[in-house]
């Protein structure tokens, strides 16, 4: 991988760590947004690991950002009593409570990934599709997280830091993984899949790993926005969410990590730009359904994307084929 | 270039607001004006909308006016945390208004505790709510003496073996069930079958198949008027004719257009009667329907009731600093609301009274007043 | 009679109507797929929006046929209904599937999904989200089943559930007749075996194509009226659930395959009623989900499906 993007990486880490110190002073609306551009990073970028490079379009991430969430949650509500409120015992509670909820979530991604191998693009689709619905069935029969009722009274562990750290690190297992035999791999699936096996590629392989790790990420992600928002509802991952994500990925061209990331920031800022616009009265009255409702403009944006130019806004950027 | 012009209005506007600031108080409300509870949330802001007009329109509080922000949440998780955070920090507001679902408000609650903000909600009935701190309050029933309200109802008209269709996905409906079945077997009731259906269903045929199997004298189905009247309908093909008994989820514009007279014979409770025949009451209906050109229900009703708690409050204190208003709110007591004389209990919520109402002739009628 | 069976035979009944309404459904699926090898997302919406168009000319339609719901009423409703999906299908396709025409199969299921969530979604915001009260087209009641069946009275069929089988029913012997007897049934078949040797035999690909989509839409903007006769209470999301319940059964007949979707649909609605009445009811969309899973595991052809051989 580039030294110049480790060095990025590693910039923004070390900034994000700046800047939490600041975080008292930041206007709560931005800061809200700010978590919300990091968790939207984290969450695009790990969907374009699995629908982007690996071509399996995948429909269901909110399942294991949901995993993630209620997996985390419930551990930091469990055990949080125990650990007290030294911030060596908290910090520790958090991130092991981050960990083990992208690993649920990887589970969760295993068992999506599984019975897939044998499945063709719509098909793909439609099963993750059933896997969120499924998660979210569970989660909504299951008391102990609410159920119904939704999951509350978490603490606000996430900041700054967390949420940005955590980005960068995705964004560099991404890129690492795409720069290596694995990406090659990842690609080779996504090209052709019968000539990859003809060659002697374990698609199997690829594809479990390509939804492994972005479940993963995904269960990240979910804890981060658990201990952000402090309450969740199992409605608050359903398809809407996924096909939220899904924008994401194809808006910044399915591929490209550095496209999408900017995506990521463009399609958190846009609702509140939105709801900004939706405020002012000389607004004309064909553009207040678009103001009022994202998803109109969303399906548009995916329609006329996919006529005009399907390799999304930055599709060629960011991409560089490793020469032969 | 669009972007652009999105980021300017984007970051323009909280200098826009400052400037209006000084002889206005900011009064914040969040709820779902569109998406799929859309139909509530717009009753709770026509009747809130209505509310502050009027406070202004009788020369404001304090001798300024009110200046309500409304956000819409869309009715999708994870948006009231951001709007209402974006209402307390961006547009200042002394108290927030919202929601009408309980898990929009339990998203939102700690904020505005975290942040020392009062926050009235008028129609979630979650007891969970008021829980989070002492900031939140509620100006209407909660489920468990709701529910107590229609068993109760229920043990009056001799009923004994009662089937009880709930929504799984609606947190509401299934509390309401719960306490239901509580009060009604703890009086020696029995529940003969216990029914299940989700929200966005639409044939409940085999479920309705089910309870005529087990015979009962009367159906308690503790949802939303959208299932409601689909439910009722069917019930009445299969052939059940018993009555059918609900709560103020029932109240919605569709309900009878849908269900047409299947509902007929029907009881449920709520938390307003628009034909209430109270001075208040008719001024009220008058004045709502002159403004929307509808009259209005019990979200509206609420959504007045909690502007003008705040008002009053407001006015008791003659501050808008948010410990003396958050003990002014909950020292609200015997204030005359449409929706009954409201006192705020020691956990928040409000003590007061739950209406039956009928079904028939293409409307509701009163029927009695439960007493909590 | 025991009371079981009874009960049993009643969640039959209320499983095969509903089951006809997703192999209506359906058979669009499996149409557009036969022919271009591709899931038309948006179709579920389709059937929405026959709800409402049968809505919107259900009033003058009545009015014409003397007033009031009647027999004649109702098919006029339902042809005009069928007329409007076919229309709005064909422009779907031209618009929005047909500038896509030879391009990887990702961008056009991208498509599908926009075009799918538009519709939903511009659909909430003309007809507003809340359900709206479908008129009524036929007068809904139960049958009055005679004493002389014995146990059999005590079962409800309704005039809407006998709709549902009787029109589904003549709508697959048309749909037959037409695939199987008419030239341009042959098109199709032609196009479904290969597009390239069809194209050559001078089948004009665009126009079997535009036919194929507003045939599938038409059965959906039937199964959109005949649902809101049932159940009249109709919303811009009526179509989602629908829609996916229909691609299952779809799937589970073997898609492509114009008998297996009638018989997906039936065993699909006849095992949501079953789950619903005997199990629980909160697993009414998971169980259709488990067997799509199943049925792509076990054998992805589908029941009645052959098993295709992907060439390279």
Not at chain 1, 126 to 151: C, D, H, M, Y
Not at chain 2, 102 to 124: D, G, H, R, V, Y
């Amino acid at each position: 991988m580039l030294e110049r993007t480790k060095i990025l990486l590693l910039a923004a880490v070390l900034a994000s760590a700046a800047i939490s110190f600041f975080a008292g002073s930041i206007n709560p609306y931005y800061y809200d947004i700010l978590i919300s551009i990091g968790i939207n990073i984290i969450l695009a970028t790990s969907l374009n690991l699995v629908n982007g490079y690996t071509g399996q379009f995948s429909l269901g991430h909110a399942g294991f950002m949901a995993a993630g969430a209620y997996g985390s949650a419930w551990l930091t509500l469990a055990f949080g009593y125990a650990l007290g409120t030294s911030v060596a015992g908290t910090t520790a509670l958090f991130v092991f409570a981050l960990t083990a909820g992208g690993l649920i979530a990887a589970l969760a991604g295993l068992a999506v990934g599984v019975p897939s191998l044998r499945l063709r693009g719509d098909y793909l689709a439609i099963v993750t599709l059933g896997f969120n619905e499924i998660i979210k069935s569970v989660i909504q029969n299951a008391e102990p997280l609410g159920a119904q009722r939704g999951l509350g009274g978490m603490v606000a562990h996430t900041n700054f830091f967390w949420t940005f750290a955590l980005a960068a690190l995705t964004v560099y297992v991404v890129l690492n993984l795409v720069h290596s035999t694995y990406g090659s791999g990842f690609l080779a699936v996504r090209d052709d899949e019968i000539a990859a096996e003809a060659m002697g590629i374990n698609t199997t392989k690829y594809k479990v790993l390509a939804f492994v790790i972005g479940a993963f990420f995904a269960g990240v992600a979910g804890g981060l926005y658990a201990h952000f928002k402090q309450f969740i509802h199992p409605e608050g991952f359903n398809f809407l969410r996924s096909m939220d994500i899904v924008v994401m990925v194809i808006l910044g061209g399915m591929g490209s990590t550095i496209g999408v990331c900017i995506a990521a920031v463009l399609l958190t800022i846009l609702p509140e730009g939105l709801r900004a616009l939706a405020h002012l009265p000389w607004l004309p009255d064909w553009l207040r359904p678009i103001a009022e409702n994202r998803m109109i403009l969303y399906s548009l944006l995916l329609i006329i994307l996919m006529i005009t130019r399907p390799q999304g806004l930055f599709g060629t950027l960011g991409w560089k084929r490793k020469k032969a | 270039m669009i972007r652009q012009l999105l980021l300017t209005v984007f970051l323009g506007w909280p200098a826009f607001e400052l400037l209006q600031a000084q002889d206005e108080i900011p009064v914040g409300e969040y709820a779902s004006l569109t998406g799929g509870s859309a139909s509530f949330g717009q009753s709770a802001h026509k009747g809130t909308e209505l509310a502050i007009a009027e406070i202004n329109a009788n020369g404001g509080v304090l001798g300024k006016k009110l200046k309500l922000i409304t956000e819409d949440d869309q009715s999708q998780a994870g948006q009231p945390a951001t709007i209402v955070r974006k209402l307390i920090s961006q547009d200042k507001v002394v108290a927030v208004l919202g929601e009408v679902a309980s898990s929009k408000s339990l998203e939102a609650a700690p904020i505005c505790q975290q942040n020392k903000i009062p926050m009235i909600t008028p129609a979630s009935t979650n007891p969970k709510v008021t829980e989070v701190g002492d900031y939140i309050f509620r100006v209407c029933f909660i489920d468990p003496f709701q529910g107590t309200v229609m068993a109760k109802f229920a043990r009056s008209k001799g009923w004994k073996k009662i089937a009880v269709l709930t929504d799984v996905k609606q947190d509401y409906s299934v509390g309401l069930g719960e306490f239901f079945v509580k009060d009604f077997t703890a009086n020696g009731g029995e529940i003969v079958r216990d029914q299940k259906y989700s929200t966005g269903d639409k044939d409940f045929k085999p479920q309705l198949t089910s309870i005529k199997a087990a015979k009962p004298e009367a159906v308690f189905i503790p949802g939303y008027y959208a299932e409601v009247a689909l439910i009722a309908k069917q019930a009445r093909l299969l052939g059940i004719k018993v009555p059918l008994l609900g709560g103020d989820g029932w109240v919605g514009d569709s309900l009878l257009k849908v269900a047409g007279n299947s509902l007929d014979g029907s009881f449920f409770s709520c938390h307003f009667s628009a034909d209430d025949q109270s001075p208040k009451t008719r001024d009220f209906v008058a004045k709502f329907k002159a403004k929307y050109g509808e009259i209005p229900d019990d979200m509206a009703a609420l959504g007045y009731d909690s502007a003008l708690i705040l008002a009053e409050a407001i006015k008791r204190t003659g501050t808008t600093d948010p410990e003396k208003l958050r003990d002014a709110i909950a020292a609200t007591k015997d204030h005359d609301g449409i929706t009954g004389k409201i006192t705020l209990d020691s956990a928040r919520n409000a003590s007061k009274p739950a209406v039956i109402l009928t079904v028939g002739n293409g409307g509701f009628q009163f029927v009695e007043t439960v007493a909590p | 009679m025991p009371d079981q069976l009874i009960e049993f035979l009643q969640q039959l009944i209320n499983g095969l109507a509903q089951g006809s309404i997703y192999a209506l459904i359906a058979l669009g699926y499996t149409l557009v797929f036969g022919v271009l090898r591709f899931i038309n997302f948006a179709h579920g919406d389709v059937f929405m929006l026959g709800a409402f168009a049968g809505l919107y000319t259900a009033p003058k339609l009545l009015a014409l046929c003397g007033g009031g719901p009647s027999f004649p009423g109702a098919a006029a409703v339902l042809v005009v209904a069928m007329f409007i999906c076919a229309a709005l299908g064909i422009l779907i396709e031209k618009l929005c599937y047909r500038p896509l025409r030879g391009r990887p199969h990702l961008t056009v299921l991208i498509t599908a999904i926009g075009v799918s969530l538009f519709l939903e979604n511009a659909g909430q915001y003309v007809f507003g989200a809340d359900p709206q009260s479908f008129p009524e087209i036929i007068t809904d009641r139960a049958l009055e089943i005679p004493e002389t069946w014995g146990a059999l009275s005590s079962l409800t069929i309704t005039v809407g559930q006998l709709l549902v089988f009787g029109v589904t029913f003549f709508l697959l012997l048309g749909l037959r007749a037409i695939v199987l007897h008419t030239r341009t049934g042959m098109a199709m078949r032609a196009l479904s075996f290969n597009p390239v040797a069809a194209s050559l035999m001078g089948v004009n690909t665009d126009v079997v194509i535009s036919f194929t989509f507003g045939l599938g839409s038409a059965l959906a903007g039937a199964a959109g009226i005949l649902t809101s006769i049932q159940q009249p209470s109709i919303d811009p999301l009526m179509g989602v659930n629908i829609g996916l319940k229909a691609f299952v059964a779809a799937v589970l007949g073997g898609i492509g395959n114009i008998p297996g979707a009638a018989l997906g649909g039936i065993l699909i609605g006849v095992l949501e009623a079953l789950v619903v009445g005997y199990i629980n009811p909160t697993y009414r969309d998971a169980i259709v989900f488990a067997v799509l899973i199943l049925i792509l595991l076990i054998k992805p052809s589908g029941l009645l499906g052959k098993p295709e051989r992907e060439k390279v």
